[in-house]
């Protein structure tokens, strides 16, 4: 496994695990990062990523998208 930030613009990915405080879980959840789902990170600036979840764009900073694991 690794983090979000990790993966390359344009590659599609399975979340495979969410860390943090429930609360924050719970709101990546309400986007769309749930664990099986696939991400396609669509471009990065910094560490911060643009994703595609389901038919959404998503922005994530750094911080969030290395709770992400693929």
Excluded: W, Y
């Amino acid at each position: 496994m690794m983090p979000l930030t990790i993966a390359k613009i344009g590659e599609t990915v399975m979340i495979r695990k969410i860390s943090g405080k429930d609360e924050a879980r719970q709101h990546l959840a309400e986007l769309g990062f749930v664990v099986d789902s696939n991400v396609t990170v669509v471009s990065e600036i910094a560490g911060n990523l643009i994703v595609q979840v389901k038919d959404s764009r998503i922005a994530l900073d750094r911080a969030m998208a290395n709770r992400i694991m693929v």
